[in-house]
T-cell receptor, first 117, second 114 residues
Framework: GAVVSQHPSWVICKSGTSVKIECRSLDFQATTMFWYRQFPKQSLMLMATSNEGSKATYEQGVEKDKFLINHASLTLSTLTVTSAHPEDSSFYIC?????????????FGPGTRLTVL | GENVEQHPSTLSVQEGDSAVIKCTYSDSASNYFPWYKQELGKGPQLIIDIRSNVGEKKDQRIAVTLNKTAKHFSLHITETQPEDSAVYFCAASKGSSNTGKLIFGQGTTLQVKP
C-alpha cells in the first residue's frame, strides 16, 4: 500500500517551453501533496505544499508563476514548469500524505528527471 | 526556523558490521521522525519512523532511537549488506495537524563493502 507514481520519469525539453509533471497516489486519497526538487548530491528542497481544492503554499524563494501547481483531486497533483530554462534542470519529486493508517507519513514518488536544453 | 543536522555525511562499513547515523533537530515541537533510503535516480523510500511518544523502534535489522530531551535521533543498521548501500535521510515534522512539512537532514551516503 501507499504507492505514489510520477509521470514522466524523465523529460528533455527546449528552453522556453513548459513541462507538466503528474503525481498520483495510487491506493489512497492524499489530503496533502508536496513537491520537491533535488540537485545532485544534495538533500531534498521543498518547493510547495498543496491541498486538494486549495491554492498551493510555496516556500520562500520559489516562484509561484514559474512553478504552477494544481491539486484537482485527492489522487492527482500536477507541477508545470513554465518557460523552462537550463537552470531548472533538476530531479523533481512529489510526495503524498494522508493514508488512514499513518496520516503523518509522506510517501514519495519515483521522481522526474527534467533536462532543459 | 527548524533545522535538522545529520552526521556523518559519508559512512563506509564492511559487510556484516553495524552502521549508525545521527540527527539532531532544533524545534522541540517536532513529534514525527522518519528515515528515508534513496537509491541513485530514485525517489526516497520510507524505511522506519518514530513518534515522540516512543523512545525506540525496531524493524528487523533497522532500529531508530529518539532522545527528546537532547533533541536527537539515530538510525542503527545491523548486519549490513551491500544492498544497504544508498543515501539515507533523516527528517523531522510537527505532524499532519500542523502542515505536515518535513525538514530533511543533509543526507548520509552509506557504502557497504562486500
Amino acid at each position: 500500500g501507499a504507492v505514489v507514481s510520477q509521470h514522466p520519469s524523465w523529460v528533455i525539453c527546449k528552453s522556453g517551453t513548459s513541462v507538466k509533471i503528474e503525481c498520483r497516489s495510487l491506493d489512497f486519497q492524499a489530503t496533502t501533496m508536496f513537491w520537491y526538487r533535488q540537485f545532485p548530491k544534495q538533500s531534498l528542497m521543498l518547493m510547495a505544499t498543496s491541498n486538494e481544492g486549495s491554492k498551493a503554499t510555496y516556500e520562500q524563494g520559489v516562484e509561484k508563476d514559474k512553478f504552477l501547481i494544481n491539486h484537482a483531486s485527492l489522487t492527482l497533483s500536477t507541477l508545470t514548469v513554465t518557460s523552462a530554462h537550463p537552470e531548472d534542470s533538476s530531479f523533481y519529486i512529489c510526495s503524498a500524505m494522508g493514508t488512514p493508517q499513518a496520516a503523518d507519513t509522506q510517501y514519495f514518488g519515483p521522481g522526474t528527471r527534467l533536462t532543459v536544453l | 526556523g527548524e533545522n535538522v543536522e545529520q552526521h556523518p555525511s559519508t559512512l563506509s562499513v564492511q559487510e556484516g558490521d553495524s552502521a549508525v547515523i545521527k540527527c539532531t533537530y532544533s524545534d522541540s515541537a517536532s513529534n514525527y521522525f522518519p528515515w528515508y533510503k534513496q537509491e541513485l535516480g530514485k525517489g526516497p523510500q520510507l524505511i522506519i519512523d518514530i513518534r515522540s511518544n516512543v523512545g525506540e523502534k525496531k524493524d528487523q535489522r533497522i532500529a531508530v532511537t529518539l532522545n527528546k530531551t537532547a533533541k536527537h535521533f539515530s538510525l542503527h543498521i545491523t548486519e549490513t549488506q551491500p544492498e544497504d548501500s544508498a543515501v539515507y535521510f533523516c527528517a523531522a515534522s510537527k505532524g499532519s495537524s500542523n502542515t505536515g512539512k518535513l525538514i530533511f537532514g543533509q543526507g548520509t551516503t552509506l557504502q557497504v563493502k562486500p
